[in-house]
């Protein structure tokens, strides 16, 4: 993975801690707006690193296959992005 | 929380233990896209279990506020949802 | 519908010029990251007319259901809810 | 646009009817959420139309980039695909 690795794991640690948080929420029967809110605060947070890998990646590997000159290699990064494209573009 | 209390941890614990998948993902240094992909896998685990919740709250807190002919609580009840619905409508 | 009419009117008479802005911009063959952003931009407009019209029904039609106590028409708006819901919700 | 004109613009043209039969079913009174549903079947065909435009502009734009050897070019298609991508990953 091309991204900061650091940034990422400290994203999705984050966002794992918050979902430990609406695990609570429950336990203790808090209000479900709340939890909804929780939940979509840390769909949030894990945009955020799918964004971070995406963008490094585009930068990385699509880049690399830039200067690799491998057509196959390029093209397997292009329908990559397509697909990603696709389930991003809902 | 109105909503079937097992069935959403069991969603939550799931999104969570695919959040521990993307992070050995990333310590085993695997393939972005392949990241990218298990963290949608999980936001999409995680909007289950937002819609469980607030399906539940709609069937049961809203609809208790009916019955319940108090019209502060009634207006509480919509103000929740139309806040949840400009967080929904991105 | 209770939204202010004038008001979503215009939200969807612009999002509508902007499709044919669109369609003009493929006529002179523009380039496709411009056309994408306009197309993404009509969707905002369009997000913005939904939001409008779904505030505007939960302090109308919803609330009136409240003091309606009819509960089948009552039941019939938070099933309309739960269905919005779940097609925001993706 | 590499994408099948066509095909394109007959989606776009879809979208507008969609947004005329919107504003007919506002000038007939109709129901808040049957206006909010055909609202949303219009952005879905936005969605398709602008995927349309996405997956040829990478095929085509972005693969072309990749046999120029111009790095500024093929630099400048990476910087267009992140902003897509920041932009479609709410």
């Known amino acids: 993975m091309k991204a900061d690795r650091k940034q990422v794991e ?24 709340d939890i909804v809110n929780q939940i979509l605060a840390s769909q949030a947070i894990l945009n955020k690193a799918s964004k971070e890998i995406l963008v490094a990646h585009i930068d990385g590997c699509v880049s690399d296959s830039f200067s690799s000159n491998d057509e196959t290699f390029q093209k397997e990064k292009m329908e990559e992005l397509k697909m990603v494209i696709d389930k991003l573009a809902k």
Not at 10 to 33: F, H, N, P, S
């Open 10 to 33: 400290r994203l999705l640690k984050t966002a794992k801690g918050q979902i430990d948080g609406v695990l609570k929420m429950i336990e203790d029967d808090k209000y479900c707006i």
